[in-house]
């Protein structure tokens, strides 16, 4: 594992809604405050002190709006035109496939399934790494939560973390079909009954659930593969109970002039052909920071086992 150090105090003292509560050499911790927090935090207890800064991490200029890697996005994004979004809007009688296809057209066959496989079998060691954070962030949820979405829900490594939340019913949402024969079967292996795990074919940006409805949604590296990042967080927060939580793992641009990030920018198109559009350079800690939750929690880390998608912000952001 990594280390992050960095300066958040310029940034802080010149954005009074988000303030600083504890840091490490570590991870950043970071509480938004608008609202009041229905639970502790995730990382409450790291030490407090040091200086550190994610001023990079909070700069929106990878994002959906201002993408470097999406030629279209971008020119709009220079034009600077107002003019119409990249999506049009969709109405609630629109037939939800024919939104799915719009927002994340389908692949080939054997595309999606060698990307299902991929994610099943590839990320072994990655998910060995993060255990130790998603637990953290999982456990503050515990005894909380009945209904949980989770986005882009792919093979369901996250199931094992909540499957045994008493009488938890969970709704996984991807737009890719293969992944569902993984996710039901992560599902089982977490003990979670068939009745409690419903799959659901959808996108992020154009969720199939009511106004409201879940008291949890988690999302773990999607945003990244999403078109529309402000978007689909508009909608976690639609479908989010007040005073729910949104759990998230996200990896993001490396810090502005390092090597790795000029490796990111270069790789960037070579990632959004092998991996189902998933972007490297995105802000995505900025556009949830912008998406008006009540308050987040998020945190910084760096994996030995990422490589070119670090560094990964983790936290709870609470509707
Ligand atoms: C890198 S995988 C992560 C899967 C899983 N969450 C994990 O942590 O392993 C990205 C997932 O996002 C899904 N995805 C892509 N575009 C999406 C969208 N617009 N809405 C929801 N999910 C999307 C992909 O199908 C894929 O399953």
Request: a neutral charge; charged letters at 20%; proline letters at 6%.
């Amino acid at each position: 594992m990594g280390v992050i150090s960095s300066n958040l105090s310029s940034w802080f003292s010149s954005n009074p809604t988000i303030k600083q509560t504890s840091s490490t050499r570590k991870t950043v911790n970071l509480t938004l405050k608008t609202g009041k927090s229905p639970c502790s935090s995730a990382a409450s207890n790291a030490p407090k002190g040091s200086k550190t800064s994610v001023q990079d991490l909070l700069v929106k200029n990878g994002s959906s709006r201002y993408c470097l890697c999406c030629p279209r996005r971008d020119s709009l994004g220079v034009l600077g035109t107002g003019l119409p979004p990249v999506f049009p809007s969709f109405s609630a009688d629109e037939d939800p496939m024919a939104v799915v296809n719009r927002i994340h057209p389908p692949r080939p066959d054997w595309y999606e399934e060698i990307y299902a496989l991929a994610m099943e079998k590839a990320t072994k060691a990655y998910e060995a790494e993060i255990a130790g954070y998603k637990s953290q962030l999982f456990a503050s949820l515990r005894g909380k939560v009945d209904k949980i979405l989770e986005i882009g829900i792919g093979t369901g490594p996250n199931l094992k973390y909540y499957a045994d939340y008493p009488g938890v019913n969970v709704c996984g949402v991807d737009p890719i079909r293969k992944m569902e024969k993984y996710a039901r079967a992560a599902a089982e292996n977490a003990g979670l009954s068939p009745s409690n795990f419903e799959f659901m074919q959808a996108v992020a940006e154009a969720l199939p659930l009511d106004d409201a409805s879940v008291d949890a949604v988690v999302g773990t590296l999607v945003l990244c593969s999403v078109k529309d990042v402000d978007r689909a967080l508009q909608e976690v927060k639609r479908v989010l109970k007040p005073g729910g939580f949104y759990v998230f793992v996200e990896h993001v641009a490396a810090k502005d002039g390092t090597i790795l990030r000029f490796v990111q920018g270069i790789l960037n198109p070579l990632q959004q052909t092998v991996a189902d559009g998933c972007h490297l350079t995105r802000k995505t800690a900025t556009n949830i920071a912008e998406a008006g939750f009540a308050s987040l929690d998020v945190n910084e880390v760096v994996l030995s086992t990422a490589f070119i998608t670090n560094p990964q912000v983790y936290g709870i952001a609470y509707r």
